[in-house]
């Protein structure tokens, strides 16, 4: 135990523990008092699995890599055509009580892979080559989530691959093409893929009184649970914004609204330093590995976490378009709370082994 | 071999960038932080605060009116509103739709209720009432849709005794703009009195609307009540109409049209006060819907006129004792005088004929008034002339409004030469004095004035304020005339109906003395050997009766007026007769030659009543 780093511990604490309070919150908000216990046994087992990866040999796990990956695609590929179609999608498999959300531990394949791969070119810059194989490694799964479709998820891919990129030493050309491609694609996508919704939505952040009862409404409901949280907040299970649901998505995408509305200024500030701190752990971590591996694995999780995290905040608070990106630790959901750990004890493990020989 | 240990620098460097971006990338969210919930706290604050918070309106039940045997004449009855409120309504066209989906109304009409609605966004306003359960139901299944409903309970007024009552109480009717902006404890789509003792006594009976705060949720919820203020409801008031009078008044005149007015001549209490044809109260209890109120508008017969105070009339030989009151206090004649009737005087050159084709010889005035001798009251209005024709009747409140409580009053004519002159453009004519001495021609006067003067002749010569609510009336004002010349009035009125010839002597045999005096006033020139019954409708003359009981100390006058009747004694005296009868405990039913009523029938134009040359004014009595 000595040997893992300590100080993200004493992060993630409050953060699993405002988890808990918060979901325990929204059950009573949304009458689903099943929720809240169930989130519970999730966090233990995530705990479990943080300290099992902790002490896992992360060069081995890189070695197996491939294999992982490999079976991430073809479970992808299967749920294209096994899975019931949920909500709109097919990104949810039903086992008993439980739904597993398999693009989620696609991910943490897709991340060893690529810093596996990444560590394999031991260069000052990446050759065109290698870029070109770390974009398809992380492409494939990120294309399959989409067509499931869950564009929410989908969209967590990129930052693997800005990550693995950008750490391999990509020329400054490269990047200038990748930007253009990039906006290509975009354009296209706004033109044949985007659905109309989803159109909606990035006008909306675009111009805030678009829509207020449409697309613009959940922002709006955001901004004023927040705002309306003080410096002090309204007290727990207090937030009229949540428990009388005018705020949407409140266990989920906007679970930050409520402890911002319920806490007030003092406690969302203080659950950002948690979630700053974690990540400036993360990349401590990255800068004392070992070795070029355990590097890029460290890194590419701490950008992973960093972006999710920001990203989401960034939408709570009325900076970034609703994206459906959820706030890693603390929004529902049992297979994101799971890889999030099981890529925290992955980074654990990159620490507990700095010193080993190689 | 040599290892070779790899270079990590690059990438630890390019790491560090990454952390820096990211740790600048959290100082912006914080600062985010800061200025929403620190600097923009109050704004979001008050925000969160008209999410959860509504303010229900909550009605003042409406005073309840009883008549003044204690009998209800208004009161309410438990009833559901649909409320809107417009600030959370996001897409009107859509609301607008289902409204008219539930069948409130016609799209166009719930359009405008919308459009009136969203004028005063912050304040819920009154869609419809009177919800039926289907309705309720609807909103209730689609609240998650439409949040900016909500079903309310509250009170509707109840009329029991229906359209016997209906110009009485008067109509509600949405507050007006006007309203609003002068008296802040009104609400938007407020109920308030048009007409009718509502408008009268608004301010007795509104009450003042109170307040309920509740707490929603996102779906349109009430979860908790924040703060309630109760309305006060509105203060009772009683009446002086007897209600069975006024039912009785309503069956004597069913299929008829006109109006029946009965006042208390000692203080002018009003008893009866009748307008046929009526109309269902029940219609203006609440919102109106346009299309109703248009069809009453439209109706020819007028059943939205209060024809009691609204409706002129001709007041035929009813102006007889009026005029032979102040023709005795002014000496143009006494009691004793008597006038030969032939059947037709001469009077400028014209002939005036009596009413009896053979004369009625020699007529004094009691026997005048007795028979409704033409003759005797043309020599009248011969030596008395306009100017105190128009004095004795303006004496006993003819011209003038009577001052009931009631809106709308009209005043009446008492034709002048300066009115001739200044209204019809020629100077009076001589012959016309004539016609207006047997109340034809240009002078016009309301049931209501009538009841008025004849409680003046009969309570020692006072001019009482008619009234609706006990301490609505002025004290009497003394009119001076002599007691002896109205002692010798009333025998003349008396004889009309204990007389041998009286006009009204069929009613001699009532349970009860009464007396009174007949009236028909023209609406047409008669045509020469037709009897009235062959007339169609609208060219037979109205009918007019005014009674009073008892005679000797009269508790009640009543007038009757039968628009297009025919027949005074036939038609209006039974009426009266059969009111006073009920008044004084007998219930009696006194046929009213039915087979001679033609329906009433719609009268494009009215013809005036002759005001002309004064050969057509030959009347019946």
């Known amino acids: 135990m000595k040997r893992l780093d300590l100080a993200m511990f004493v992060a993630l604490l409050p953060i699993l523990v405002c988890s808990h309070l918060l979901q325990s919150s929204t059950a009573r908000a949304l009458a689903q008092p099943a929720y809240a216990s169930r989130q519970l046994l999730w966090l233990v087992l995530g705990a479990v699995l943080l300290l099992l990866f902790a002490f896992s040999d992360y060069r081995l796990l890189l070695r197996l890599a491939p294999l992982f990956y490999v079976a991430a695609l073809l479970a992808l590929a299967a749920m294209l055509f096994l899975a019931p179609l949920r909500a709109g999608t097919r990104s949810w498999l039903v086992l008993g009580p439980y739904t597993v959300q398999p693009s989620e531990f696609a991910r943490i394949a897709a991340i060893l892979a690529a810093a596996a791969l990444g560590a394999r070119h031991q260069k000052e810059l990446l050759a065109g080559r290698t870029a070109l194989q770390l974009t398809a490694v992380v492409a494939a799964p990120a294309l399959l989530v989409a067509l499931q479709p869950d564009l929410g998820v989908a969209l967590t891919f990129v930052p693997i691959l800005l990550a693995v990129l950008w750490l391999g030493g990509l020329p400054w050309r490269t990047w200038v093409v990748l930007a253009l491609s990039v906006l290509l694609l975009a354009a296209a996508a706004w033109l044949w893929y985007l659905k109309p919704y989803q159109r909606e939505r990035i006008l909306t952040f675009l111009e805030p009184d678009r829509a207020p009862a449409g697309a613009g409404y959940q922002q709006r409901q955001s901004r004023i649970a927040v705002g309306s949280g003080g410096l002090t907040g309204r007290g727990l299970r207090s937030g009229t914004q949540s428990q009388l649901r005018f705020l949407p998505a409140q266990d989920t995408d906007f679970i930050f609204a409520v402890w911002a509305e319920e806490t007030g200024f003092v406690g969302s500030v203080f659950l950002v330093l948690c979630y700053a701190t974690v990540a400036l752990r993360l990349f401590a971590i990255a800068l004392a590995a070992r070795d070029r591996g355990g590097t890029l694995l460290a890194a590419t999780v701490a950008v992973v976490f960093t972006t999710q995290t920001l990203v989401n905040m960034a939408m709570v608070v009325g900076l970034a378009p609703t994206t459906g990106i959820t706030l890693p630790l603390l929004s529902r959901g049992g297979s994101s709370l799971l890889a999030t750990c099981i890529s925290l004890g992955l980074a654990q493990s990159v620490w507990r082994l700095r010193f080993a020989n190689l | 071999?040599?290892?070779?240990?790899?270079?990590?620098?690059?990438?630890?460097?390019?790491?560090?960038?990454?952390?820096?971006?990211?740790?600048?990338?959290?100082?912006?969210?914080?600062?985010?932080?800061?200025?929403?919930?620190?600097?923009?706290?109050?704004?979001?604050?008050?925000?969160?605060?008209?999410?959860?918070?509504?303010?229900?309106?909550?009605?003042?039940?409406?005073?309840?009116?009883?008549?003044?045997?204690?009998?209800?004449?208004?009161?309410?009855?438990?009833?559901?509103?649909?409320?809107?409120?417009?600030?959370?309504?996001?897409?009107?066209?859509?609301?607008?739709?289902?409204?008219?989906?539930?069948?409130?109304?016609?799209?166009?009409?719930?359009?405008?209720?919308?459009?009136?609605?969203?004028?005063?966004?912050?304040?819920?306003?009154?869609?419809?009432?009177?919800?039926?359960?289907?309705?309720?139901?609807?909103?209730?299944?689609?609240?998650?849709?439409?949040?900016?409903?909500?079903?309310?309970?509250?009170?509707?007024?109840?009329?029991?005794?229906?359209?016997?009552?209906?110009?009485?109480?008067?109509?509600?009717?949405?507050?007006?703009?006007?309203?609003?902006?002068?008296?802040?404890?009104?609400?938007?789509?407020?109920?308030?009195?048009?007409?009718?003792?509502?408008?009268?006594?608004?301010?007795?009976?509104?009450?003042?609307?109170?307040?309920?705060?509740?707490?929603?949720?996102?779906?349109?919820?009430?979860?908790?009540?924040?703060?309630?203020?109760?309305?006060?409801?509105?203060?009772?008031?009683?009446?002086?109409?007897?209600?069975?009078?006024?039912?009785?008044?309503?069956?004597?005149?069913?299929?008829?049209?006109?109006?029946?007015?009965?006042?208390?001549?000692?203080?002018?209490?009003?008893?009866?006060?009748?307008?046929?044809?009526?109309?269902?109260?029940?219609?203006?209890?609440?919102?109106?819907?346009?299309?109703?109120?248009?069809?009453?508008?439209?109706?020819?017969?007028?059943?939205?006129?209060?024809?009691?105070?609204?409706?002129?009339?001709?007041?035929?030989?009813?102006?007889?004792?009026?005029?032979?009151?102040?023709?005795?206090?002014?000496?143009?004649?006494?009691?004793?005088?008597?006038?030969?009737?032939?059947?037709?005087?001469?009077?400028?050159?014209?002939?005036?004929?009596?009413?009896?084709?053979?004369?009625?010889?020699?007529?004094?005035?009691?026997?005048?008034?007795?028979?409704?001798?033409?003759?005797?009251?043309?020599?009248?209005?011969?030596?008395?002339?306009?100017?105190?024709?128009?004095?004795?009747?303006?004496?006993?409140?003819?011209?003038?409004?009577?001052?009931?409580?009631?809106?709308?009053?009209?005043?009446?004519?008492?034709?002048?030469?300066?009115?001739?002159?200044?209204?019809?453009?020629?100077?009076?004519?001589?012959?016309?004095?004539?016609?207006?001495?047997?109340?034809?021609?240009?002078?016009?006067?309301?049931?209501?004035?009538?009841?008025?003067?004849?409680?003046?002749?009969?309570?020692?010569?006072?001019?009482?304020?008619?009234?609706?609510?006990?301490?609505?009336?002025?004290?009497?004002?003394?009119?001076?005339?002599?007691?002896?010349?109205?002692?010798?009035?009333?025998?003349?009125?008396?004889?009309?109906?204990?007389?041998?010839?009286?006009?009204?002597?069929?009613?001699?045999?009532?349970?009860?003395?009464?007396?009174?005096?007949?009236?028909?006033?023209?609406?047409?020139?008669?045509?020469?050997?037709?009897?009235?019954?062959?007339?169609?409708?609208?060219q037979r003359h109205h009918a007019l009766f005014v009674g009073y009981a008892p005679p000797a100390e009269p508790t009640l006058v009543v007038v009757a007026v039968v628009e297009h009747g025919g027949d005074a004694s036939s038609v209006a005296a039974p009426i009266v007769a059969r009111i006073l009868a009920k008044a004084f405990g007998h219930d009696v039913e006194i046929s009213t030659p039915q087979l001679l009523l033609a329906n009433p029938s719609y009268q494009p134009e009215p013809t005036p009543p002759s005001g002309g040359p004064a050969q057509l004014a030959e009347v019946r009595p």
């Open chain 2, 1 to 538: 071999m040599i290892f070779v240990r790899d270079d990590l620098r690059p990438v630890r460097r390019r790491t560090v960038v990454f952390l820096a971006c990211f740790v600048l990338a959290f100082a912006v969210i914080a600062f985010r932080l800061f200025s929403l919930q620190v600097v923009q706290a109050p704004y979001w604050r008050s925000l969160a605060e008209n999410n959860r918070l509504r303010r229900l309106p909550l009605e003042a039940p409406r005073g309840l009116v009883t008549d003044c045997n204690g009998q209800v004449v208004m009161d309410n009855r438990p009833a559901f509103q649909l409320l809107l409120f417009p600030e959370e309504m996001k897409e009107p066209e859509r609301t607008i739709q289902f409204l008219t989906r539930l069948g409130l109304a016609e799209e166009g009409e719930v359009r405008a209720r919308v459009a009136r609605a969203q004028r005063t966004s912050h304040l819920p306003s009154v869609i419809a009432d009177n919800l039926s359960w289907a309705q309720m139901a609807a909103v209730a299944a689609h609240r998650a849709d439409f949040q900016e409903l909500a079903v309310h309970p509250a009170t509707r007024r109840a009329v029991p005794a229906g359209p016997a009552v209906a110009h009485l109480v008067g109509q509600l009717g949405e507050v007006s703009p006007a309203q609003l902006a002068a008296d802040s404890r009104l609400r938007p789509g407020q109920l308030v009195g048009k007409s009718g003792i509502e408008l009268s006594y608004q301010e007795v009976l509104g009450g003042v609307p109170g307040n309920l705060v509740v707490v929603v949720d996102a779906l349109g919820r009430q979860v908790s009540t924040l703060d309630e203020e109760p309305p006060k409801p509105g203060h009772p008031l009683t009446l002086t109409v007897d209600l069975e009078l006024q039912r009785e008044a309503a069956k004597a005149m069913a299929g008829l049209v006109g109006s029946v007015v009965g006042i208390d001549p000692r203080d002018g209490a009003v008893r009866v006060l009748l307008s046929e044809p009526s109309f269902d109260p029940d219609l203006f209890a609440g919102h109106l819907e346009p299309a109703r109120w248009a069809s009453l508008v439209a109706d020819p017969l007028k059943p939205l006129q209060n024809r009691a105070l609204q409706a002129l009339y001709p007041p035929g030989s009813t102006i007889k004792p009026i005029f032979a009151a102040g023709a005795l206090a002014d000496g143009v004649r006494t009691p004793a005088q008597s006038v030969y009737c032939t059947g037709t005087s001469t009077i400028y050159g014209h002939p005036y004929r009596c009413w009896l084709a053979g004369g009625h010889g020699h007529v004094s005035l009691e026997r005048g008034i007795e028979v409704s001798c033409d003759t005797f009251f043309y020599r009248l209005a011969f030596d008395a002339g306009l100017t105190r024709l128009a004095a004795w009747a303006r004496r006993l409140g003819l011209g003038e409004k009577t001052g009931i409580e009631l809106a709308g009053e009209m005043a009446g004519l008492v034709p002048s030469d300066e009115w001739s002159r200044r209204s019809r453009g020629h100077p009076w004519y001589a012959g016309e004095t004539i016609s207006v001495g047997i109340g034809q021609g240009p002078i016009l006067v309301t049931p209501l004035q009538l009841a008025v003067a004849y409680a003046a002749l009969v309570n020692g010569g006072f001019l009482v304020t008619p009234h609706l609510v006990p301490e609505g009336g002025k004290p009497p004002r003394p009119t001076g005339i002599d007691p002896a010349v109205l002692a010798t009035v009333r025998r003349g009125m008396e004889r009309v109906v204990a007389g041998e010839q009286g006009t009204a002597r069929r009613l001699a045999s009532l349970p009860v003395a009464i007396a009174g005096k007949t009236g028909t006033s023209q609406v047409m020139r008669k045509k020469e050997g037709v009897k009235w019954q062959e007339l169609p409708w609208e």
